[in-house]
């Protein structure tokens, strides 16, 4: 069962910065897209936000175009998520999921990391 796990999480104040990283097992991270996803306070539902595909290209929902940054480290099987001049819109738990598309790949998720933006 590939394991994901998220960590870089914490509370900022508004216009912060943070950097969250993804650890995943999956021996063939080198050409998997990877997303990451936000669960909102009250909203069970997560929402990928930001995408990686295999070959470098990268995707972001318009709410943090311009702010947010996904990258990976291939040799280190890592995504990341530079998250800067940060809202309190952007408070919310973080997973980081294989994604083909949109959809999430894998049946399990990780534990994510919380991310609390304060006025």
């Known amino acids: 069962q590939v394991q994901l796990v998220e960590s870089g999480g914490g509370q900022v104040e508004t216009g912060g910065s943070l950097r969250l990283s993804c650890v995943i097992s999956?021996?063939?991270?080198?050409?998997?897209?990877m997303g990451w996803f936000r669960q909102t306070p009250g909203n069970g539902r997560r929402r990928l936000i930001a995408?990686?595909?295999?070959?470098?290209?990268?995707e972001y929902v318009d709410s943090v175009k311009g702010r947010f940054t996904i990258s990976r480290d291939n040799a280190k099987r890592t995504t990341y998520l530079q998250m800067n001049s940060l809202k309190t819109d952007d408070t919310g738990v973080y997973y980081c999921?294989?994604?083909?598309?949109?959809?999430?790949?894998?049946?399990?998720w990780g534990s994510g990391t919380q991310v609390t933006v304060l006025e």
């Open positions: 999921m294989r994604v083909v598309g949109d959809t999430p790949v894998y049946d399990s």
């Open positions: 999956d021996t063939f991270f080198d050409s998997i897209s």
């Open positions: 995408t990686i595909y295999g070959g470098g290209d990268t």
